[in-house]
């Protein structure tokens, strides 16, 4: 059942569950608490895991077809909770599958329809339904060519009583035999508890992004340049849109190839616009003309070209990172920024060399140093003075069932911060110390419900913006890095919006803070929203 798929945010795992295939007013900080030294603190995985996630188990009763309300154990759920699930709602959910060494853990979206609508899991629709007190049930069975039947069904176990979260098992089926079970949890996706709209941000201004997923955006020239990833059969692209006038954008051009349009990163430097391709690689547009980009090369040239996942610039430096099919970060010269110069690849030693198992996901390069978020691996620092001699001189280990999705690294004095965050459920921010790249060491964390996950961010100041996916924007105050306050936020995600909930990675994915007074976010279902401070 371990399926590699791509997908906007990097390589995740599907099959999973039959799919086939991160008011307004001004921003003032809290008081600070002011501490002589940084405080020491014990790292808490995003989740750990435990046993299953739910107290059901598939019946062990030959004489129950598999894929019947039936063919589960409910001995010791607390089926009487369930009347909390009635209310229905858009979950995400986090799934084990049984018996598997070592654990496969993947996360996936839950409509639960109430109003005469279709139930579905990400974009398998589940038309059977029973939501009676004592029994949560949604299944789908559908006819084989060969004659054969195949089956998918959810069961609830025990619910919160405010309806909030949901445990239950699931189970797939072939002409009557299981093929698959395993348990799930599932949290509904609501507003946290007192918060309006927004707080410290207003709404200027909001475009669609064509019919693909946007989810990542660069602003310069008076113009944002929104890039999107395949949605469905739909392809993506780039979308250039001025925004000279923040209250009224204007889309000038799309761009979008035949043979390579899922692009997933996007920087620019003096005329030169670079674009993450996940099939050329990197895609280097003339943007003289801002309105107008024009291709001219594809970069590093390799035959069959090859996937590049992020990027970003710090001076003549490009950072590329590049999943496969080598798992490396390319490092190139961009003096003439139109023409980059490929300087090295660089893989990290030790680190597996398969794709989909590892990876650079994303760098951020702060004082001749590279800080590589390289997923399972952890947080590694590399020595980039000598781009012929690049050298690993640090590292983070992240949890067994966590990862390293992006950062953001700022000095204070003597001391050097990174506030680092993974992708994947219970993914939060961490704040380390890496003064010492020897010695990391972790001082804070900023921790929201474990439904939904981080994904990027933006450091300015002591002003660290954050997309939340579902939680949208959160906006930081780190002027004690190790005290993150949360002095902002934007709720931007619309759970009812008919784009939502066909992804675990749906809301608030891309973020830029150009220093213009404004905050431009990406948001999955709503696509480019610029923002106004105070």
Wanted: aromatic share 8%.
């Amino acid at each position: 059942m371990r399926q590699w798929t791509r997908s906007a945010w990097g390589l995740v795992l599907s099959g999973v569950l039959g799919v086939a295939a991160g008011c307004s007013g001004e921003l003032v900080a809290p008081p600070l608490v002011k501490h002589e030294v940084t405080p020491w603190m014990v790292d808490d995985p995003d989740w750990e895991h435990t046993g299953p996630l739910a107290a059901c188990k598939p019946a062990a009763n030959a004489a129950v077809p598999c894929g019947a309300h039936e063919s589960f154990d409910y001995s010791a759920c607390n089926l009487p909770s369930l009347k909390g699930a009635k209310a229905g709602g858009l979950y995400t959910t986090h799934l084990l599958i049984d018996d598997t060494e070592p654990v496969f853990s993947t996360v996936n979206s839950l409509l639960v329809a109430t109003d005469g609508g279709v139930s579905r899991h990400s974009t398998v629709v589940l038309p059977e339904q029973q939501l009676e007190d004592g029994r949560f049930f949604l299944g789908a069975r559908s006819s084989r060519p060969d004659g054969g039947s195949t089956a998918l069904v959810m069961v609830g176990c025990e619910a919160s009583e405010d309806g909030l979260t949901l445990k239950g098992c699931y189970q797939q089926c072939r002409n009557g035999a299981q093929t698959f079970s395993g348990t799930f949890e599932a949290a509904r996706v609501v507003r946290r508890q007192g918060e309006s709209e927004a707080s410290g941000l207003s709404l200027l201004s909001e475009m669609a992004v064509g019919e693909a997923t946007p989810v990542d955006v660069y602003v310069t020239k008076g113009h944002a340049y929104v890039v999107s990833v395949p949605s469905l059969s739909r392809p993506g692209g780039l979308s250039v849109f001025d925004v000279s006038n923040a209250r009224a954008p204007v889309l000038k051009k799309s761009i979008s190839y035949p043979n390579d349009n899922y692009w997933n990163g996007v920087w620019a430097k003096d005329d030169a616009l670079y674009v993450a391709s996940a099939d050329q690689g990197l895609l280097v547009f003339d943007i003289s003309n801002p309105a107008d980009p024009r291709f001219l090369r594809s970069l590093p040239g390799d035959e069959g070209g090859i996937e590049v996942h992020t990027v970003i610039v710090e001076g003549n430096r490009l950072y590329a990172m590049s999943p496969g099919p080598n798992v490396e970060t390319l490092i190139f010269d961009v003096k003439d920024a139109k023409a980059p110069v490929l300087l090295t690849r660089f893989v990290a030693p030790g680190v597996a060399t398969a794709a989909n198992v590892t990876y650079p996901h994303d760098a951020f390069p702060f004082e001749n140093r590279l800080y590589i978020s390289h997923w399972e691996s952890g947080y590694l620092i590399a020595d980039v003075r000598d781009t012929e001699a690049v050298e690993v001189v640090g590292e983070y280990i992240v949890h067994e069932h966590s990862t390293s999705h992006t950062s953001r690294v700022m000095r204070q004095g003597q001391r050097l911060f990174a506030f680092e965050g993974g992708e994947h459920w219970g993914a939060h921010l961490r704040v380390l110390d890496v003064t010492d790249p020897a010695a990391v060491r972790i001082v804070g964390e900023y921790r929201l419900r474990p439904g939904v996950s981080i994904h990027n961010m933006e450091l300015k100041g002591n002003r660290l913006y954050l997309s939340h996916y579902q939680e949208g924007v959160r906006v930081l105050d780190v002027t004690l890095p190790w005290q993150p306050r949360e002095v902002g936020y934007y709720n931007t995600y619309q759970p009812e919006h008919p784009k939502a909930g066909y992804s675990f990675y749906d809301g608030a994915i891309g973020i830029r803070v150009p220093g213009d007074g404004h905050v431009y976010v990406i948001d999955t279902v709503r696509g480019l929203l610029i923002l106004r401070e105070g």
